[in-house]
């Protein structure tokens, strides 16, 4: 498949318009969007990649939910059982004398886990990004790890050799039933 310059660059433009996401909420989905749905008709070598980004970053919004579903709710009951109630009723001084360390169990273990995974998990996300930029830049097809295809890539190829076929054996067909 050659891809023309302009492909190249507006492909690496859609995965690298995912790190606004530092600078506007959810920017990691409108911009990527936002390219890719102006330019996915043009270009087959686009709209690869434009479903990488999108598929990539919702992969990532439910690890990243999961995640927090699981360490959120284990820290604050950690918390709140290590606090005593009378410094959260009367504002009294919180002292760290309060935290033990026999109350970490491993259900808190879990907790830290889930939060070293998710930071993790962002890191990773923004090393990817910039390595899938690199790729699509030098025209290179490139698939996440660990992605959940929610947009099904279209395989426009297969489809054209099905309606082919089909279009052979009912061509036979009609031939077969007017010899008889």
């Avoid at 302009?6 to 506007?24: C, D, E, P, R, W």
């Avoid at 070293?116 to 290179?140: C, H, R």
Wanted: glycine residues 4%; negative net charge.
């Amino acid at each position: 498949m050659e891809t023309s310059s302009n492909q190249k660059t507006t492909s690496a433009f859609v995965h690298l318009s995912t790190l606004t996401q530092y600078f506007i909420p959810f920017g990691n989905y409108i911009f990527p969007i936002i390219i890719w749905g102006a330019s996915k008709k043009d270009s087959d070598y686009i709209d690869h990649h434009g479903r990488q980004t999108i598929n990539f970053q919702l992969s990532l919004l439910l690890y990243s939910l999961l995640l927090c579903l699981i360490a959120i709710p284990i820290f604050i009951v950690t918390i709140f059982k290590n606090i005593p109630i009378n410094a959260i009723v009367y504002n009294d001084d919180f002292i760290i004398d309060n935290f033990h360390l026999e109350h970490i169990t491993g259900i808190v273990i879990i907790g830290i886990t889930a939060a070293v995974l998710f930071f993790t998990l962002k890191v990773a996300e923004f090393f990817l990004i910039i390595y899938a930029s690199i790729k699509a830049a030098n025209g290179e097809l490139y698939k996440y790890p660990l992605t959940i295809n929610f947009l099904k890539t279209e395989k426009k190829e297969e489809n054209k050799t099905e309606i082919s076929e089909e279009n052979e054996s009912s061509i036979n067909h009609q031939s077969e039933s007017e010899t008889v």
